[in-house]
Nanobody
Framework: QVHLVESGGGLVQPGGSLRLSCAASGSIFSINRMGWFRQAPGKQRELVAAITTGGTTNYADSVKGRFTISRDNAKNTVYLQMNSLKPEDTAAYYC?????????WGQGIQVTVSS
């Protein structure tokens, strides 16, 4: 069993920053890929950013230049530094691991960008 626990969300004003963390624990032998997704009300869940064990990253066009994904392999933890936040970044954020992505998701964490 694998557990994914997200933290670091909250309410922030437009232009502000937040840093999300996700710790993976349980029956993990190696994690080849880690990523962040988000889901806004009434919308489908979308991939925000992903990172491989070797550090290769990819980002959704909407967050390029503003968000940075990183990971600590020793801690099985992935981070998402979010800068210059916009109201349209408001969503529940989820992390996931593996290739393909795991079918089971964590609880997610809410990020609200509002003045």
């Amino acid at each position: 069993q694998v557990h994914l626990v997200e933290s670091g969300g909250g309410l922030v004003q437009p232009g502000g920053s937040l840093r999300l963390s996700c710790a993976a624990s349980g029956s993990i032998f190696s994690i080849n890929r880690m990523g962040w997704f988000r889901q806004a009300p009434g919308k489908q869940r979308e991939l925000v950013a992903a990172i491989t064990t070797g550090g290769t990253t990819n980002y959704a066009d909407s967050v390029k230049g503003r968000f940075t994904i990183s990971r600590d392999n020793a801690k099985n933890t992935v981070y998402l530094q979010m800068n210059s936040l916009k109201p349209e970044d408001t969503a529940a954020y989820y992390c996931n691991i593996g290739n393909p992505w795991r079918a089971t998701w964590g609880q997610g964490i809410q990020v609200t960008v509002s003045s």
